[in-house]
């Protein structure tokens, strides 16, 4: 989801994505919209979204045999090459229409993976002092943790003495987001990334409101010069072939089938796949998974998060969900699964993320 979703799926943080070869499954390392006529307790479970997130892998097959795959990528971010200097004070303004100034970058708590994901990738990593649950890389690994299920502590920030707090319309509740503010620290809010082109305008706003806007825009320029090279490198296709996201937690009870709002759709089809859900004419962000909806859809492939797969027990598991075992996908065994912190955080990593897709999709044509 930035990459998730958060309180609903990233929408499960930033969650973009051509066939593989029959009986081929591979895994990979690496939403926010609130749901609308959702049941609250189906809110609250969502929340969980990418709270689960770690390095394990999918469990595939490949022929007759089965194994799990590791880790293709580190899960980390990378600097640029030069950290910035920031020039302070700076202003920016806030996505619920607040002019937010910043007078001082040395205590920085971005509330999301995604938002933490840029703050490093400026290089300006060493002055967060604190992760929420999506935030999974490796540079902010020994961070204090000041979120539960999603749900800001407003006690655990102000403890740390935050000089600028980031956020996006997700991030809740709203009691905390306003007693962080009535406290005297610049919070600025963002608005929520679920699409490719949101990703240049949040690293612009990032880098504007922490004084480093030339910073803001290399990266930007490396970002997209990234994405239009692994766009490049997808082989060409004879059709689109119907991808659809599903959003598992099995712990949870908890199977949901992504729709045009889901926030996976822009990364479907920037590797020339169509989302399956939004053709098979659902609506909104996503609808409970139930076996008529998913033979209805009729993915060629289906994409998951890696934990999600895993709290489900793997492909073999995944093919005992309501539907999934009719669909050309689950006959075929086509599944594509990527780290839950990177799906759908849309920042800097999106490129490799687009790859990864790419490679589960065409394995052994991908460039």
Known sequence: MSQEPRRAPPHPTHRRRQLPSKGTTLSSSTTRTRAARRPAILLLLLGLLLALTACGAASGSAGSAAGAGASRTPDAVEPLPEAPVPALPATAASADGRTVTVTSTERIIPLNGSLAEIVFSLGLGPKVVARDVSTTFQQAAALPVITQAHDVSAEGVLSLHPTVVLADRSTGPAEAVAQIRAAGVPLLVLDDAKRLEDIGPRIDTVAAALGVPDAGRQLKE????????????????????????????????VYLLGGPASGAGSLISAVGGEDAGTAAGLSGDFTPLTSEALVKAAPDAILVM??????????????????????????????????DGQLLSYGPRTPQVIREIAEQLYPGTAK
């Open 222 to 253: 490396r970002t997209e010069q990234r994405t239009t090279e692994a766009r490049a490198a997808l082989p060409p296709v004879d059709r689109h072939p119907k991808v659809a996201f599903l959003y598992l937690r099995g712990s949870a009870s």
């Open 306 to 339: 890696s934990k999600g797969l895993d709290s489900v027990g793997g492909v073999d598991g995944l093919l005992k969900l309501p539907g999934v075992a009719q669909t050309p996908a689950g006959l075929d065994r086509r599944i594509v699964s990527i780290e």
